[in-house]
């Protein structure tokens, strides 16, 4: 049964005299003038939720706070509800006013043009055959009107069936037959299309299993989650290699940034807290040409023993926080060397921000003030030459770094040393050596942001899949993590590049593995 125009309720209800009619253009012009006014509010409040997104997302950058993160998600919700509303009003009151009464106004300035690598589909309505004004035939195309709107289809499944036809000789009578296809697992009959899916489903769209299968039943193809799990399983092993040969890249590195996140793993029945640590390879801050890359490992706990066995035989300079666990690794007595340790002023600022955020620590405000100064050096010479960034280092951030010393050591001096801005002076002053390391050498960042942004997938998939089933199943996270995060440091697809490397790698060249690494590979025509 359709639903009644609104427009022709409209023309029914429509007073019959004139008196009545003013009445209601009135009425009518009353109700326009305060839902432009409400729409004028709206925006008003639209622009003001805008620019404080943008506000605390600058603030979060770098930063690991549960409790930043929650502000940018609140503001982002605010901010979509008030957009969803503003727009249902509209259409609302465009479909409760005839046509003729109002002028439409557009909600929003000139959209963007939609994607053009994006295929066109033409409907053509076929225009009229008589002439509208004078009732001839005699017509003739002087153009046309195209008006695009984006579509999106649903998946589409299929089964693909890989015909071998056989073929018997005349003359010996022997059987001939074209070899099977290499498949990219083993075990089960899934593509490489619809493997990559799942792989990205849950490591990059943090979608666990059970929620795919539920799905996929909706489109209906019924995927248990035990062969979900079987794929997955199966695709991180022939991926194997493609892990190894990045770890390898990573370790290959002068300069690394390390971090680590916790993760709920179940055992014995109630949830333990495991770590995923990430290593993170990326010169393009010094205007490096290697290609960058993140390492994953999974460890049941945080012991320094970790880091230390992950990074056995590398020695570079190392950009972490202070976690005590990390001290071996600057051991002087370490083979093949102990690690030159460089401290992040994102840490140190943001012990500072949090207490000058309310207002009541002066001394934070006027800290978080000052390295602020040194982090606007640095937009400066982002992706410059080494050479380059130690000496506008030299020339600019030393007198900041210097003045910064004097003032922190003056000021904690004078304060409490259980107050909460001792405490965050203190922090920085006894690690000055590793904090100041960077005027040195231009190969160093200033923050360790590079290894905290490889580590906020993972806490927002935490929220989803809770915790990992095992330690087997931690140690498949990280390396389709290490996967998944190269592909996006190399602005690569992650699930196109999967789908590409599932079908090619067993009929790739062992030595040549290289050649499917992110930043070497190219699709197929």
């Known amino acids: 049964m359709s639903s009644p125009n609104p427009l022709a309720q409209a023309a029914d209800n429509l007073p019959a005299d004139l008196a009545a009619a003013h009445a209601l253009i009135l009425a009518l012009q009353g109700e326009l003038a305060t839902a432009r006014q409400q729409a004028g509010e709206r925006a008003i409040e639209i622009e003001r939720l805008r620019l404080a997104l943008a506000k605390a997302r600058r603030e979060l950058y770098g930063q690991s706070s549960e409790r930043g993160r929650l502000l940018v998600e609140q503001l982002e919700l605010q901010l979509e509800e008030l957009e969803e509303t503003s727009a249902e009003n509209e259409v609302a009151g465009e479909l409760s006013t005839p046509a003729p009464t109002l002028a439409v106004t557009p909600r929003k300035p000139a959209r963007r043009p939609l994607p053009e690598a994006l295929p066109r589909e033409r409907i053509v309505h076929p225009g009229p055959c008589v002439c509208d004004r004078c009732g001839g035939d005699a017509l003739r195309k002087i153009g046309e009107d195209v008006l695009e709107s984006l579509e999106c289809e649903p998946r589409r499944w299929k089964v693909v069936q890989h015909v071998r036809e056989k073929f018997a000789c ?5 059987v001939s037959q074209t070899p099977a296809p290499s498949h990219p697992i083993r075990r089960g009959r899934a593509g490489p299309n619809l493997l990559a899916m799942v792989l990205a489903g849950k490591y990059a769209q943090h979608l666990p299993l059970h929620r795919q299968s539920a799905a996929y039943a909706r489109e209906g193809v019924d995927l248990d989650v035990s062969t979900l799990a079987d794929w997955v399983g199966a695709a991180a092993a022939t991926l194997a290699p493609l892990v190894a ?27 333990a807290t495991g770590r995923l640590w990430v290593y993170v390879r990326d010169d393009q801050p010094f205007g490096g040409s290697d290609p960058p890359a993140a390492l994953y490992h999974y460890a049941r706990t945080r012991a320094g023993e970790h880091p230390q066995r992950h990074l056995a035989g590398w020695a570079g300079i190392f950009q972490a926080d202070a976690y005590s666990g990390y001290a071996g690794l600057y051991d002087p007595a370490r083979k093949p060397g102990p690690l030159q340790e460089t401290g992040c002023w994102s840490h140190v600022r943001r012990r500072f921000f949090d207490l000058a955020k309310d207002g009541k620590s002066p001394l934070a405000a006027e800290a978080v003030k000052r390295i602020d100064a040194l982090f606007a050096i640095e937009r400066t010479i982002n992706g410059r030459a080494i050479a ?12 900041l770094i210097d003045d910064l010393e004097r003032w922190l050591r003056h000021a904690c001096a004078r304060l409490s040393p259980k107050s909460d801005p001792a405490k965050a ?11 100041t390391r960077f005027l040195e050498d231009g190969r160093i960042c200033l923050s360790n942001n590079a290894a905290e942004r490889a580590l906020r997938g993972i806490a927002v998939g935490r929220r989803n899949w809770t915790f990992c089933g095992s330690d087997a199943g931690g140690d498949r996270a990280a390396a389709i993590y290490t996967l998944i995060e190269t592909a ?7 699930q196109a590049w999967l789908a590409d490397t599932l079908a090619r790698i067993h009929d790739h060249p062992a030595k040549a593995i290289a050649d499917l690494l992110p930043w070497n590979w190219k699709a197929k025509a």
């Open 245 to 271: 040969a990045i770890r390898s890249h990573v370790l290959a590195a002068d300069r690394l940034h390390g971090d680590d996140t916790p993760v709920p793993v179940l055992a014995k029945g109630k949830a």
């Open 170 to 174: 005349r003359s010996c009578e022997a």
């Open 425 to 435: 002076m203190d922090y920085a002053l006894k690690r000055w050596q590793a904090m």
């Open 388 to 399: 380059e960034r130690a000496e506008t280092r030299q020339e600019k951030s030393r007198p």
């Open 488 to 494: 996006k440091l190399n602005n690569v697809d992650p």
